[in-house]
């Protein structure tokens, strides 16, 4: 398709979703809920050919070379459609949070005004290799009101297909627009260049992928962006950290599904306590095939107890890796660790192994972080973790939304001013 054929096709669907979005700011919890029930259903009954159409992806994946970390993000199976269609009905049963008010005052000159939750209009997903985000998006915008633009990558084109084609059903089950819900049905980057430019129609845009797709849409959209770069998560292990927990949590944050952006790429190991904590916590990475880069003061106490590991490089410390790779530097201080996470990490999600309150207290006031943990895993930087039944994304932006955005952070607001027939003098 020519570029003018291809601005026109995304112009289209731009002002198609603006119309549609004002009909959904007016739509009852009782419809939105009602689609998603449908979804929940659709998505169901139609595993079969949901896992055939990412049967094809996945083919293509392995042709294309793709690693094994980048084909596990690819891949749909059984219980993740499962996980999925429990995601949906977690939405339903999610507060609405439009017309929330915010605050409610009555003005010396009798004005009532209020703040009310309302949708932000029209949001633009840009995503890349997650069969779930079609989903996710969808009808976290729908439950909030907004209409949604998806533009899927080439990696995943035929499982977005797949899904997306199942929503305009839900809708008209629900008396809504079909098009509240619209997939771009291409790849081109041409299409994308124009859906970055329509702040006429488009209100937010939100990527979803690799640190070069992040900044591509960053760089080039007149559309506000909501975004994070990259995961470069850390956990540290303090000198009072409780043996057992600081290697279950370290492993799982490392290990439970090594592309994910809220996987830990970072260890940190307090001096005082490295010797006896970090070769009981490398053992247990390397049984799990993880390759450790150590600085100096890590691999000299490896290497004394054979644990394989090689010598990190600068760059290391400041990697996500997404792979089944960890950089590992011991630290002299509670508040060298804090220096270094903030100095180093991507403002995602970082974690504090530790039994001391105080300790513990400081770090999560000191780490300027989306999502702070003590004694738990980065994994649960998520939002159906965090019980918004799912997230369009996890924000390191520090305006307007910050950490996984559910549906109130898919929401704004504005003012309802009642009077009985002030005027301003």
């Given at each position: ?27 009852t919890p009782e ?105 996710d998006c969808a ?80 760089e080039n959209a ?204």
């Amino acid at each position: 398709m020519m570029s003018a054929d291809l601005a026109q096709l995304v112009t289209t669907i731009a002002q198609r979703a603006r119309a549609a979005s004002l009909a959904l700011a007016t739509a009852t919890p009782e419809q939105k809920n009602a689609a998603l029930t449908r979804l929940a259903e659709l998505i169901a009954a139609s595993q079969d050919a949901l896992l055939a159409a990412n049967a094809r992806d996945l083919a293509e994946a392995k042709n294309n070379g793709l690693t094994d970390a980048q084909i596990d993000r690819l891949t749909l199976t059984p219980a993740r459609i499962a996980q999925l269609v429990e995601s949906v009905r977690q939405v339903v049963a999610l507060t609405d949070p439009v017309g929330e008010v915010l605050e409610d005052a009555t003005r010396p000159n009798g004005l009532r005004i209020r703040r009310v939750r309302v949708p932000i209009g029209v949001i633009g997903i840009i995503y890349e290799a997650r069969p779930n985000v079609t989903i996710d998006c969808a009808i976290l915008c729908l439950k909030s009101g907004n209409a949604s633009i998806l533009r899927g990558g080439r990696e995943i084109f035929n499982t977005n297909t797949a899904f997306a084609a199942l929503i305009p059903d839900a809708l008209r089950h629900a008396g809504l627009p079909a098009d509240a819900v619209q997939l771009i049905p291409t790849t081109d980057r041409a299409a994308l260049n124009t859906l970055l430019k329509l702040d006429q129609y488009v209100h937010c845009i939100i990527p979803r992928g690799g640190e070069s797709l992040i900044r591509f849409v960053t760089e080039n959209a007149t559309v506000p962006v909501l975004k994070h770069y990259n995961g470069i998560c850390f956990v540290y292990l303090d000198a009072a950290a409780d043996a057992d927990i600081a290697e279950r949590v370290t492993v799982n944050a490392k290990t439970s599904r090594v592309s994910v952006c809220n996987s830990a790429e970072q260890l940190l190991v307090h001096r005082d306590a490295a010797e006896t904590l970090l070769p009981r916590v490398a053992r247990a990475l390397v049984a799990k095939n993880v390759s450790l880069r150590c600085d100096p003061a890590s691999a000299a106490i490896l290497a004394r107890e054979n644990i394989p590991h090689t010598a990190a490089t600068e760059a290391d410390y400041r990697t996500e890796f997404l792979d089944y790779v960890m950089a590992v530097r011991v630290v002299d201080s509670l508040e060298t660790a804090i220096a270094t996470i903030n100095r180093d990490s991507s403002a995602h999600s970082d974690a504090i192994i530790t039994r001391d309150e105080p300790t513990a207290r400081r770090f999560l006031a000191a780490v300027d972080s989306a999502a702070v943990f003590w004694n738990t895993s980065t994994r649960f930087n998520d939002g159906f973790e965090f019980g918004f039944g799912a997230e369009i994304g996890i924000s390191t932006d520090r305006l307007h939304a910050r950490g996984p955005m559910g549906l109130r952070e898919l929401c704004s607001y504005k003012f309802l001013v009642e009077g009985t027939g002030q005027v301003r003098e």
